[in-house]
């Protein structure tokens, strides 16, 4: 498993990376701190999660220098139609000159009261983003899409100039979304995955798949749940924590072998969630069925 992905535009982008949705800003400042200093070279935040501002404080305190690492963050809902604003906003919480890539969080903008805005369409946001980071590459080195569907991918690949260098979702082998992945991946687009370990309480992590498959390697159930994505070619991953322990073990992955894939992939779906939840009814709940 190589230690890097290189992107569209030619920069490399790590492997394994913290994710800090739902990292509290009391807790998450210490995370990021850590992180860095024990060596990862991916931090993956969002103006959504609200603590922009506390994982600007932990790179501070590591003491590890900005170009040595890897920083993403992405556009809220309800900036979508001030997206400049939003980038200059983002870059003074982070504390950063700039991002190595800044994603829109979904293809669905929204009001301040968490209401469909249909008055902006997402497609005139990207649009936007393609201008801010030809005209700003010393703030933003590379721009991309999360929670985007092969339906709106396809709409935006059709009617924009560049392609998304990263499409962020969530998967797990409970969501494993592969239709998304082999579509990004054939336009060149980075997957990376959010929520491995399937998000909270997960059931997946008392999995006894993933536990015997953890028993044989000598390792916890988390780092086989990070490494099924880190074994999937053009993807990488996002393992959450706010805990020292586990953030340094989730910096681990594992070989696994066709036979194991096959086996956690064959897991079955019922604990679904969020974007693969059989209720989950997409970008419907946010009041968007349809790309366009
Ligand atoms: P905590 O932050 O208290 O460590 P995901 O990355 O899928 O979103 O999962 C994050 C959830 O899994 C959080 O509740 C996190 O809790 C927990 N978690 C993170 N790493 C591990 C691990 N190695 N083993 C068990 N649980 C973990």
């Known amino acids: 498993i190589n230690s ?101 969080h979904w293809p669905a903008p929204m009001t301040k009261n968490d209401k469909a805005d249909k008055s902006i369409d997402w497609l005139d946001t990207w649009h936007e983003m393609e201008k801010l980071y030809k005209a700003h590459p010393d703030k933003v080195k590379a721009i991309g899409v999360s929670n985007f569907s092969v339906e709106f991918l396809e709409r935006l690949l059709a009617n924009s100039e560049i392609v998304p260098a990263v499409n962020q979702i969530e998967l797990h082998p409970s969501c494993p979304q592969q239709a998304v992945v082999d579509f990004s991946v054939s336009k060149g687009i980075v997957v990376t995955a959010y929520s491995p370990l399937g998000s909270d309480n997960s059931p997946l992590l008392k999995n006894p798949v993933v536990n015997k498959i953890a028993e044989k390697y000598n390792v916890g159930p988390g780092t086989v749940l990070i490494s099924l994505q880190a074994n999937r070619p053009y993807v990488n991953v996002l393992p959450k924590s706010v805990k020292n322990e586990r953030i340094t073990q989730n910096l681990k992955v594992i070989g696994l072998t066709d036979e194991e894939i096959k086996e956690l992939n064959d897991i079955s779906k019922e604990s679904s969630f969020r974007a693969c939840h059989p209720n989950w009814t997409g970008w419907g709940n946010l009041g968007f069925t349809e790309a366009v």
């Open 4 to 104: 890097t992905i290189k992107l569209n535009t030619g920069a490399e982008m790590p492997t394994v990376g913290l994710g800090t949705w739902k990292s509290a800003p009391g807790e998450v400042e210490h995370a990021v701190e850590h992180a860095l200093r024990i060596g990862y070279k991916l931090l993956d935040t969002a103006t959504a999660y609200g603590n922009e501002a506390e994982v600007g404080k932990g790179i501070k305190a590591s003491g590890v220098p900005r170009e040595s690492f890897f920083l993403t963050t992405k556009l809220n809902n309800p900036d979508m139609g001030r997206p400049k604003e939003a980038l200059e906003h983002s870059l003074k919480q982070l504390d950063t000159p700039y991002l190595d890539l800044w994603l829109m």
